[in-house]
């Protein structure tokens, strides 16, 4: 009897042991195929995030489970991200700062911190341009301008109010000492239709990406005078940066990758790891340079810290923007 007790105390403890190392060993996770969210249609940069994250960890072999996109499209990514906080570990999602604006301005209860940060991947960097002929030769000359009649001159902008392509602008306007809810924007379905504007004569300014407007620059058929990079941009090194026109912003629009909550240590761990050996290929080099973006990479820890600061920075333009109270 003994005897009995005893093997069977031993084939206990052997699938105790069994059960703990599945639960906390990294070699057990990811167990099975994942997950990468496009919050959005088809097309589009959360879209082609998503798309080149699969296509370079697959291609390079860093990561040896099939890896599905799947495009939840609604609500500025709010339909998406709920489905990415219902699920486990193998399904992540691309995110960028309409995470943290959708809720400061009261259109999404999600908050970043609902989910585990992973990674920051990549930057577009924020340009406002103006007509091939316009009077405005600098930032400045056209900062003044607008300080002495902000509501004289309007500004291009899309699709909305609240977003990245806006709030720069916002921010360049605080620091240059103008309210900026005086600013005049007139608003446009996106970037094309925005371009369309200014070149047409419809506005005397836009604020948009830069990849908006980068080849009509080097075209000559409009001029760029700022761009929100912390440098000057490789192609076009004579457009200089807001702080270069004696204005303190340097203003990223990110995007980033970010699991559900409750993610263990170890399936952290996974990610950065493969991510950060992902930002080293020549191949997710090649997708920077194709699309106009520039590394912006940030493990899981800074991440986390990113977004507190980003999340800081966006409360304080949402409401210098006179969007909210």
């Not at 639960?23 to 990811?30: I, T």
């Not at 994942?34 to 082609?48: K, M, R, T």
């Not at 099939?66 to 570990?89: C, F, M, R, S, T």
């Not at 400061?104 to 908050?111: A, D, I, V, W």
């Amino acid at each position: 009897m003994k005897k009995l007790v005893s093997v069977a105390l031993i084939s206990l403890l052997f699938i105790m042991a069994g059960c703990s190392g599945s639960a906390s060993g990294n070699d057990e996770y990811p167990s099975g195929n994942l997950e990468i969210v496009a919050p959005a249609s088809p097309g589009g940069g959360w879209d082609l995030t998503a798309r080149s994250l699969e296509k370079v960890l697959t291609d390079e072999g860093l990561v040896e489970q099939n890896i599905n996109v799947v495009n939840k499209p609604g609500g500025g990514g709010e339909v998406g991200w709920k489905y990415l906080k219902q699920k486990d570990a193998h399904t992540l999602s691309v995110n960028s700062s309409l995470l943290l604006t959708n809720n400061l301005l009261g259109q999404s209860e999600l908050t970043y911190e609902d989910f585990t940060p992973i990674a920051t991947l990549a930057t577009e960097w924020q340009a406002l341009a103006v007509p091939a002929d316009s009077e405005y030769e600098t930032a400045s000359e056209f900062m003044e301008a607008t300080k002495n009649n902000p509501t004289d001159i309007k500004v291009g902008v899309g699709p909305g109010l609240g977003n990245d392509d806006h709030l720069s602008l916002v921010q360049a306007a605080s620091e240059y000492g103008i309210n900026p809810s005086d600013l005049n924007f007139l608003v446009y379905e996106g970037g094309g239709d925005v371009v369309t504007a200014l070149l047409g004569g419809h506005v005397d300014a836009v604020t948009t990406s830069l990849s908006e407007v980068k080849d009509q620059h080097q075209a000559g058929k409009l001029r760029i005078l700022a761009v929100s990079s912390d440098k000057p941009v490789e192609g076009i090194e004579d457009v200089p940066t807001w702080k270069q026109e004696g204005i303190d912003m340097v203003f990223p629009h990110w995007r980033g990758i970010m699991g559900p909550p409750d993610m263990t240590e170890e399936q952290i761990a996974y990610w950065d790891e493969k991510l950060g050996n992902m930002v080293e290929t020549e191949q997710w080099q090649t997708v920077l340079d194709n699309n106009d973006w520039e590394g912006f990479y940030k493990n899981s820890e800074e991440t986390e810290q990113f977004m507190k600061e980003q999340h800081d920075l966006y409360e304080t333009l949402v409401k210098d923007s006179g969007l909210v109270e």
